[in-house]
């Protein structure tokens, strides 16, 4: 089984910054693409941004590209979220997701395919 373990997040102005960090345990050696998702109630999952294990490039959606970027520590059980040029429409909650497989392109952005989800941790932005 695997844990996974956000923490950061909170509320900020827009235009402001603010990082979001997930950490893995448990059987961690079996994880190759992890990622964030996030949700507003109400509204669809929207995939944010991915990354696969052994890759140096993340996957993003477009409404998160050139502000956001996900990157990832070399001990493969941490990935974070910088988001920069915060706008109110990226107020959500913000999920971690890891999977065993490799990233798939956009079907794994779009899809929300993932072995494991944390809990989620809330991101306010006000105007």
């Known amino acids: 089984q695997v844990q996974l373990m956000e923490s950061g997040g909170g509320s900020v102005q827009a235009g402001g910054s603010l990082r979001i960090s997930c950490t893995a345990s448990?059987?961690?050696?079996?994880?190759?693409?992890m990622g964030w998702f996030r949700q507003v109630p109400g509204k669809e999952r929207e995939g944010v941004a991915i990354i696969s294990f052994g890759s140096t490039a993340p996957l993003y959606a477009d409404s998160v590209k050139g502000r956001f970027t996900l990157a990832r520590d070399n001990t493969k059980n941490m990935v974070y979220l910088e988001m920069n040029s915060l706008k109110p429409e990226d107020t959500s909650t913000y999920y971690c997701?890891?999977?065993?497989?490799?990233?798939?392109?956009?079907?794994?952005?779009?899809?929300?395919?993932?072995?494991?989800w944390g809990q989620g941790i809330p991101v306010t932005v006000s105007s």
């Open positions: 997701a890891a999977d065993r497989q490799y990233c798939r392109g956009a079907y794994s952005l779009r899809s929300g395919d993932f072995d494991y």
């Open positions: 448990g059987y961690i050696d079996t994880l190759n693409c």
